[in-house]
Protein backbone atom coordinates (compact mmCIF):
# COMPACT_ATOMS: atom_id res chain seq x y z
CA UNK A 1 0.00 0.00 0.00
CA UNK A 2 2.79 2.34 -0.30
CA UNK A 3 3.93 2.36 -4.36
CA UNK A 4 2.81 5.61 -4.97
CA UNK A 5 0.08 4.73 -7.79
CA UNK A 6 -3.16 5.28 -8.03
CA UNK A 7 -5.81 2.73 -7.63
CA UNK A 8 -7.86 2.02 -10.93
CA UNK A 9 -11.91 2.84 -10.62
CA UNK A 10 -12.61 -0.62 -9.58
CA UNK A 11 -9.97 -0.94 -6.76
CA UNK A 12 -11.04 2.24 -5.58
CA UNK A 13 -14.87 1.14 -5.63
CA UNK A 14 -13.68 -2.21 -3.68
CA UNK A 15 -12.00 -0.60 -1.22
CA UNK A 16 -14.33 1.79 -0.52
CA UNK A 17 -16.71 -1.46 0.01
CA UNK A 18 -14.09 -2.92 2.35
CA UNK A 19 -13.69 -0.12 4.87
CA UNK A 20 -17.26 0.58 5.28
CA UNK A 21 -18.24 -3.21 5.68
CA UNK A 22 -18.64 -4.09 9.38
CA UNK A 23 -15.89 -4.35 11.70
CA UNK A 24 -13.79 -3.51 9.10
CA UNK A 25 -11.45 -0.63 10.92
CA UNK A 26 -7.99 1.08 9.52
CA UNK A 27 -6.14 -1.73 11.91
CA UNK A 28 -8.28 -4.38 9.97
CA UNK A 29 -8.72 -3.63 6.85
CA UNK A 30 -4.40 -3.73 6.33
CA UNK A 31 -4.22 -7.18 7.67
CA UNK A 32 -6.91 -8.16 5.10
CA UNK A 33 -5.36 -6.41 2.37
CA UNK A 34 -1.63 -7.71 3.29
CA UNK A 35 -3.27 -11.21 3.90
CA UNK A 36 -5.61 -11.38 0.84
CA UNK A 37 -3.62 -10.07 -1.47
CA UNK A 38 -6.63 -7.18 -2.56
CA UNK A 39 -9.81 -5.72 -1.19
CA UNK A 40 -11.84 -7.81 -3.93
CA UNK A 41 -10.14 -11.09 -2.41
CA UNK A 42 -10.66 -9.89 1.15
CA UNK A 43 -14.03 -9.05 0.56
CA UNK A 44 -14.89 -12.71 -0.96
CA UNK A 45 -13.31 -14.17 2.45
CA UNK A 46 -15.19 -11.87 5.36
CA UNK A 47 -18.57 -14.29 5.36
CA UNK A 48 -16.13 -17.57 6.31
CA UNK A 49 -13.76 -15.27 8.31
CA UNK A 50 -16.86 -14.08 10.11
CA UNK A 51 -18.11 -17.36 10.49
CA UNK A 52 -15.67 -19.10 11.77
CA UNK A 53 -15.05 -16.20 14.61
CA UNK A 54 -18.30 -17.01 15.90
CA UNK A 55 -20.76 -14.13 14.14
CA UNK A 56 -23.77 -15.28 12.37
CA UNK A 57 -23.13 -13.10 9.60
CA UNK A 58 -21.81 -9.77 8.60
CA UNK A 59 -23.47 -7.10 7.01
CA UNK A 60 -20.78 -5.96 3.55
CA UNK A 61 -21.56 -2.70 2.26
CA UNK A 62 -23.63 -3.63 -1.09
CA UNK A 63 -21.93 -2.41 -4.42
CA UNK A 64 -24.85 -0.12 -4.74
CA UNK A 65 -24.12 1.85 -1.72
CA UNK A 66 -20.23 2.25 -2.22
CA UNK A 67 -20.83 3.44 -6.23
CA UNK A 68 -23.62 5.62 -4.41
CA UNK A 69 -21.50 7.33 -2.09
CA UNK A 70 -18.61 8.14 -5.06
CA UNK A 71 -20.98 9.42 -7.17
CA UNK A 72 -21.95 12.34 -4.25
CA UNK A 73 -18.37 12.74 -3.31
CA UNK A 74 -17.59 13.43 -6.75
CA UNK A 75 -20.57 15.74 -7.16
CA UNK A 76 -19.59 17.76 -4.09
CA UNK A 77 -15.56 17.82 -5.43
CA UNK A 78 -14.47 15.62 -3.05
CA UNK A 79 -11.77 13.07 -3.72
CA UNK A 80 -11.61 9.92 -2.13
CA UNK A 81 -7.47 9.85 -1.79
CA UNK A 82 -6.28 5.86 -1.01
CA UNK A 83 -3.23 4.92 1.47
CA UNK A 84 -0.60 4.53 -1.20
CA UNK A 85 -1.44 7.30 -3.43
CA UNK A 86 0.82 10.22 -4.53
CA UNK A 87 -1.91 12.87 -2.91
CA UNK A 88 -2.08 10.80 0.11
CA UNK A 89 -0.49 13.02 3.43
CA UNK A 90 2.78 11.44 3.73
CA UNK A 91 3.18 11.93 7.38
CA UNK A 92 -0.44 10.62 8.11
CA UNK A 93 0.91 7.44 6.09
CA UNK A 94 3.23 6.43 8.59
CA UNK A 95 1.15 6.13 11.83
CA UNK A 96 -0.60 1.99 11.85
CA UNK A 97 -4.39 3.03 11.96
CA UNK A 98 -4.15 5.54 8.60
CA UNK A 99 -7.39 5.65 7.41
CA UNK A 100 -7.68 3.40 3.96
CA UNK A 101 -9.34 5.70 2.15
CA UNK A 102 -9.02 9.94 2.69
CA UNK A 103 -12.34 12.42 1.91
CA UNK A 104 -10.53 15.61 0.76
CA UNK A 105 -12.18 18.57 -0.67
CA UNK A 106 -10.61 21.70 -1.22
CA UNK A 107 -6.71 22.33 -2.38
CA UNK A 108 -5.29 19.38 -2.13
CA UNK A 109 -1.95 20.46 -2.37
CA UNK A 110 -2.24 22.20 0.69
CA UNK A 111 -2.00 18.33 2.45
CA UNK A 112 1.68 18.01 1.22
CA UNK A 113 2.96 21.12 3.23
CA UNK A 114 4.39 20.58 6.53
CA UNK A 115 1.83 20.72 8.39
CA UNK A 116 1.40 21.50 12.69
CA UNK A 117 -1.93 21.39 14.70
CA UNK A 118 -3.19 23.78 16.92
CA UNK A 119 -5.86 22.78 19.50
CA UNK A 120 -7.08 23.74 22.62
CA UNK A 121 -10.35 24.48 24.45
CA UNK A 122 -14.15 25.02 23.07
CA UNK A 123 -14.40 27.15 26.18
CA UNK A 124 -11.10 29.58 25.28
CA UNK A 125 -10.44 32.87 27.19
CA UNK A 126 -9.72 36.03 25.16
CA UNK A 127 -6.05 35.89 26.08
CA UNK A 128 -6.25 32.14 24.45
CA UNK A 129 -8.35 32.84 21.28
CA UNK A 130 -5.64 35.98 20.52
CA UNK A 131 -2.77 33.80 21.59
CA UNK A 132 -4.03 31.16 19.47
CA UNK A 133 -4.51 33.50 16.19
CA UNK A 134 -1.32 34.81 16.41
CA UNK A 135 0.62 31.86 17.05
CA UNK A 136 -1.62 29.82 13.49
CA UNK A 137 -0.77 33.27 11.49
CA UNK A 138 3.12 34.13 12.54
CA UNK A 139 3.54 29.67 11.46
CA UNK A 140 1.40 30.69 8.47
CA UNK A 141 3.53 32.98 7.47
CA UNK A 142 6.70 31.09 7.88
CA UNK A 143 5.34 28.42 5.21
CA UNK A 144 3.56 25.91 7.64
CA UNK A 145 -0.35 24.87 6.96
CA UNK A 146 -2.60 24.81 10.26
CA UNK A 147 -4.01 21.80 11.39
CA UNK A 148 -7.05 21.56 13.63
CA UNK A 149 -10.41 20.36 14.10
CA UNK A 150 -13.10 23.00 13.44
CA UNK A 151 -14.20 22.67 17.02
CA UNK A 152 -15.90 26.25 18.65
CA UNK A 153 -12.99 28.27 20.05
CA UNK A 154 -8.91 27.69 19.66
CA UNK A 155 -9.43 24.89 16.68
CA UNK A 156 -11.86 27.63 15.42
CA UNK A 157 -9.43 30.37 16.03
CA UNK A 158 -6.33 29.07 14.14
CA UNK A 159 -8.65 28.24 11.33
CA UNK A 160 -9.41 31.47 10.89
CA UNK A 161 -6.41 33.53 11.22
CA UNK A 162 -4.54 31.59 8.24
CA UNK A 163 -7.56 30.74 5.83
CA UNK A 164 -5.06 32.87 3.22
CA UNK A 165 -1.68 30.94 4.13
CA UNK A 166 -3.74 27.82 4.15
CA UNK A 167 -5.46 25.89 6.94
CA UNK A 168 -6.49 21.96 6.95
CA UNK A 169 -9.92 21.12 9.17
CA UNK A 170 -10.03 17.31 10.10
CA UNK A 171 -13.81 16.38 10.89
CA UNK A 172 -15.27 14.32 13.15
CA UNK A 173 -18.47 13.10 10.71
CA UNK A 174 -18.94 12.99 7.01
CA UNK A 175 -18.78 16.09 4.63
CA UNK A 176 -21.96 16.42 4.55
CA UNK A 177 -22.40 16.37 8.49
CA UNK A 178 -20.37 19.78 9.41
CA UNK A 179 -20.16 19.92 13.13
CA UNK A 180 -20.54 22.15 14.91
CA UNK A 181 -23.36 23.33 11.50
CA UNK A 182 -22.06 27.21 12.42
CA UNK A 183 -18.79 26.24 10.95
CA UNK A 184 -20.07 25.80 7.37
CA UNK A 185 -19.04 29.17 6.12
CA UNK A 186 -16.02 29.09 7.80
CA UNK A 187 -15.20 25.65 5.78
CA UNK A 188 -16.26 27.50 2.86
CA UNK A 189 -14.10 29.81 3.29
CA UNK A 190 -11.26 28.03 4.20
CA UNK A 191 -11.11 25.21 1.21
CA UNK A 192 -10.05 27.91 -1.33
CA UNK A 193 -6.74 27.95 0.18
CA UNK A 194 -6.89 24.67 2.54
CA UNK A 195 -8.54 21.39 2.23
CA UNK A 196 -11.29 19.72 4.44
CA UNK A 197 -10.75 16.14 5.21
CA UNK A 198 -12.45 13.23 6.91
CA UNK A 199 -12.27 9.02 6.83
CA UNK A 200 -16.32 8.84 7.58
CA UNK A 201 -18.78 8.39 5.16
CA UNK A 202 -20.21 11.16 3.41
CA UNK A 203 -23.10 11.69 5.61
CA UNK A 204 -22.33 10.02 8.79
CA UNK A 205 -22.81 12.01 12.09
CA UNK A 206 -20.49 13.17 14.67
CA UNK A 207 -21.08 10.98 17.80
CA UNK A 208 -19.10 11.05 20.94
CA UNK A 209 -16.47 8.43 19.99
CA UNK A 210 -15.90 9.73 16.70
CA UNK A 211 -13.86 12.90 18.08
CA UNK A 212 -10.84 10.85 19.52
CA UNK A 213 -10.75 8.79 16.21
CA UNK A 214 -10.68 12.26 14.65
CA UNK A 215 -7.82 13.93 17.12
CA UNK A 216 -5.57 11.22 15.74
CA UNK A 217 -5.38 12.13 12.02
CA UNK A 218 -5.07 15.86 13.37
CA UNK A 219 -1.64 14.52 14.91
CA UNK A 220 -1.31 11.94 12.34
CA UNK A 221 -1.01 14.90 9.77
CA UNK A 222 1.15 17.41 11.81
CA UNK A 223 4.80 17.33 12.27
CA UNK A 224 4.18 18.79 15.68
CA UNK A 225 1.06 19.79 17.96
CA UNK A 226 0.00 22.83 20.04
CA UNK A 227 -2.14 23.11 22.94
CA UNK A 228 -3.42 26.31 23.53
CA UNK A 229 -5.62 25.75 26.43
CA UNK A 230 -7.11 22.16 27.83
CA UNK A 231 -8.67 21.60 31.32
CA UNK A 232 -7.61 18.69 33.05
CA UNK A 233 -10.10 16.24 31.19
CA UNK A 234 -9.86 17.98 27.84
CA UNK A 235 -10.11 16.31 24.69
CA UNK A 236 -6.72 18.28 23.57
CA UNK A 237 -4.63 16.32 25.79
CA UNK A 238 -6.19 13.17 23.88
CA UNK A 239 -4.34 14.33 20.64
CA UNK A 240 -1.39 15.52 22.54
CA UNK A 241 -1.40 11.98 23.76
CA UNK A 242 -1.71 10.55 20.45
CA UNK A 243 1.04 12.51 19.16
CA UNK A 244 3.38 11.19 21.60
CA UNK A 245 2.33 7.63 20.93
CA UNK A 246 2.91 8.63 17.06
CA UNK A 247 6.21 10.11 17.11
CA UNK A 248 5.25 13.86 16.73
CA UNK A 249 6.64 16.68 18.92
CA UNK A 250 4.25 17.94 21.69
CA UNK A 251 4.07 21.70 22.23
CA UNK A 252 1.95 23.44 25.74
CA UNK A 253 1.26 27.25 25.80
CA UNK A 254 2.06 27.81 29.85
CA UNK A 255 -1.37 29.60 31.69
CA UNK A 256 -1.90 31.22 35.02
CA UNK A 257 -1.89 28.42 38.02
CA UNK A 258 -5.33 29.79 38.54
CA UNK A 259 -6.96 29.39 35.27
CA UNK A 260 -8.62 26.15 35.37
CA UNK A 261 -8.12 25.66 31.32
CA UNK A 262 -4.00 26.02 31.70
CA UNK A 263 -4.36 23.27 33.83
CA UNK A 264 -4.02 21.05 31.28
CA UNK A 265 -1.32 22.38 29.76
CA UNK A 266 0.49 23.24 32.59
CA UNK A 267 0.53 19.43 33.47
CA UNK A 268 1.90 19.00 29.55
CA UNK A 269 4.94 21.22 30.78
CA UNK A 270 5.81 18.67 33.36
CA UNK A 271 5.32 16.21 31.68
CA UNK A 272 8.23 17.38 29.58
CA UNK A 273 6.38 19.29 26.47
CA UNK A 274 8.36 21.91 24.69
CA UNK A 275 6.92 25.33 25.76
CA UNK A 276 5.85 27.72 23.53
CA UNK A 277 5.20 31.44 23.69
CA UNK A 278 6.22 32.34 20.00
CA UNK A 279 5.97 31.01 16.62
CA UNK A 280 9.88 30.65 16.69
CA UNK A 281 9.66 28.26 19.65
CA UNK A 282 7.73 25.81 17.43
CA UNK A 283 10.02 26.66 14.39
CA UNK A 284 13.36 25.96 15.84
CA UNK A 285 12.24 22.57 17.34
CA UNK A 286 10.58 21.09 13.67
CA UNK A 287 13.31 22.45 11.76
CA UNK A 288 15.45 19.50 12.67
CA UNK A 289 12.94 16.94 12.13
CA UNK A 290 11.64 18.13 8.76
CA UNK A 291 15.26 17.92 7.57
CA UNK A 292 15.93 13.88 8.59
CA UNK A 293 12.89 13.14 6.49
CA UNK A 294 10.11 10.38 7.06
CA UNK A 295 10.70 7.02 8.45
CA UNK A 296 10.88 4.03 6.08
CA UNK A 297 7.44 2.55 5.54
CA UNK A 298 7.49 -0.79 7.26
CA UNK A 299 6.20 -3.74 4.13
CA UNK A 300 4.86 -6.78 5.74
CA UNK A 301 6.67 -9.80 5.41
CA UNK A 302 6.73 -11.66 1.77
CA UNK A 303 5.50 -15.36 3.95
CA UNK A 304 2.37 -13.21 5.21
CA UNK A 305 1.53 -11.57 1.69
CA UNK A 306 -1.28 -14.22 1.48
CA UNK A 307 -3.85 -16.62 3.50
CA UNK A 308 -1.59 -19.59 4.16
CA UNK A 309 -2.43 -22.65 2.37
CA UNK A 310 -5.36 -24.07 4.98
CA UNK A 311 -7.50 -22.76 7.29
CA UNK A 312 -6.38 -22.90 10.76
CA UNK A 313 -7.69 -25.97 12.13
CA UNK A 314 -9.06 -26.20 15.25
CA UNK A 315 -5.96 -27.38 17.48
CA UNK A 316 -4.56 -24.41 15.82
CA UNK A 317 -7.72 -22.14 16.39
CA UNK A 318 -8.28 -22.90 20.03
CA UNK A 319 -4.20 -22.46 20.67
CA UNK A 320 -4.64 -18.93 19.36
CA UNK A 321 -7.86 -17.60 21.12
CA UNK A 322 -6.86 -19.53 24.28
CA UNK A 323 -3.98 -17.13 24.73
CA UNK A 324 -6.06 -14.31 24.71
CA UNK A 325 -7.57 -12.41 27.38
CA UNK A 326 -8.90 -8.58 28.54
CA UNK A 327 -5.18 -7.80 28.41
CA UNK A 328 -3.52 -6.93 25.50
CA UNK A 329 -0.79 -8.74 24.03
CA UNK A 330 1.92 -8.92 21.33
CA UNK A 331 0.97 -11.12 17.87
CA UNK A 332 4.37 -11.78 18.20
CA UNK A 333 4.22 -13.25 21.66
CA UNK A 334 0.99 -14.99 20.15
CA UNK A 335 2.99 -16.54 17.30
CA UNK A 336 5.81 -17.56 19.49
CA UNK A 337 3.60 -19.20 22.28
CA UNK A 338 0.76 -21.10 19.78
CA UNK A 339 3.36 -23.07 17.85
CA UNK A 340 2.12 -21.78 14.73
CA UNK A 341 2.83 -19.65 11.97
CA UNK A 342 2.28 -15.93 11.47
CA UNK A 343 -0.28 -16.40 8.76
CA UNK A 344 -2.98 -18.75 10.56
CA UNK A 345 -2.26 -16.27 13.58
CA UNK A 346 -3.08 -13.10 11.97
CA UNK A 347 -6.32 -15.29 10.11
CA UNK A 348 -7.55 -16.43 13.40
CA UNK A 349 -7.63 -12.65 14.68
CA UNK A 350 -8.78 -11.29 12.19
CA UNK A 351 -11.99 -14.26 12.14
CA UNK A 352 -12.32 -12.89 16.10
CA UNK A 353 -11.94 -9.26 14.68
CA UNK A 354 -14.57 -9.93 12.20
CA UNK A 355 -16.88 -10.97 14.89
CA UNK A 356 -16.87 -8.13 16.79
CA UNK A 357 -14.45 -10.59 19.23
CA UNK A 358 -11.24 -8.83 19.27
CA UNK A 359 -9.96 -5.17 19.43
CA UNK A 360 -6.41 -3.67 18.20
CA UNK A 361 -4.32 -1.36 20.22
CA UNK A 362 -1.43 0.26 19.05
CA UNK A 363 2.05 -1.52 18.69
CA UNK A 364 0.63 -4.48 17.03
CA UNK A 365 -1.20 -5.43 20.43
CA UNK A 366 -4.71 -7.18 20.41
CA UNK A 367 -6.97 -8.04 23.03
CA UNK A 368 -10.40 -9.86 23.39
CA UNK A 369 -13.36 -8.05 24.04
Not at 151 to 179: F, M, P
Not at 218 to 225: H, Q, R
Amino acid sequence: MASKTKLTDEQRLDWLRLIRSDNVGPRTFRELINTYGGARGALAALPALARRGGASRIAICPIEDAEAELKACSARGIDLIALGEPDYPSRLQTIDDAPPLLAARGNIASLARPLIAIVGSRNASAVGLKFAASLARDLGDAGYGIVSGLARGIDAAAHRATKDSGTIAVLAGGHARIYPAEHEPLIEELIARGAAVSEMPLTHEPRAHDFPRRNRLISGLSVGVVIVEAAKRSGSLITARMAGEQGREVFAVPGSPLDPRAEGTNGLLKQGATLVTEAADVINAIEPILGRGLPPMEEPDADDLFAPDHEPGDDERSSVVGLLGPSPISIDDLVRLSNTTPAIVRVVLLELELAGRLERHGGGLVSLV
